[in-house]
């Protein structure tokens, strides 16, 4: 069975960073895009960043320029490294594989259970 796990959530104080990591699991034999996106209370979860197996990446308006994403395709792990962070990055932070290929089949889209972010002031 292939899963998401992330890691690296916690409480940052304002101006701090975090890093996060998110690593499949399972027989995979590829994942087209990995992704973070995040869902604060009572919002809608929106994508804060992605990359393709390629290195391609999106941003959302909101972190570009203090956050950065990367991808080890070898361990099928991707990391989001956010500096700067503000109270308005609280959310719980989730994990994203988009076009899994694996030894169980296709999976579109693949979530993994989130981690909590948050940010005092």
């Known amino acids: 069975q292939v899963q998401l796990a992330e890691s690296g959530g916690g409480l940052v104080q304002t101006g701090g960073s975090l890093r996060l990591s998110c690593a499949a699991s399972?027989?995979?034999?590829?994942?087209?895009?990995m992704g973070w996106y995040r869902q604060a209370p009572g919002k809608q979860r929106e994508l804060v960043a992605s990359?393709?197996?390629?290195?391609?990446?999106n941003y959302a308006d909101s972190v570009k320029g203090r956050c950065s994403i990367s991808r080890d395709n070898a361990k099928n792990t991707v990391y989001l490294q956010i500096d700067s962070l503000k109270p308005e990055d609280t959310a719980v932070y989730y994990c994203?594989?988009?076009?899994?290929?694996?030894?169980?089949?296709?999976?579109?889209?693949?979530w993994g259970q989130g981690t909590q972010v948050t940010v005092s002031l």
């Open positions: 994203n594989a988009a076009g899994l290929r694996g030894r169980s089949g296709y999976r579109s889209d693949l």
């Open positions: 399972g027989s995979i034999f590829s994942i087209n895009a």
């Open positions: 990359i393709t197996s390629g290195g391609r990446t």
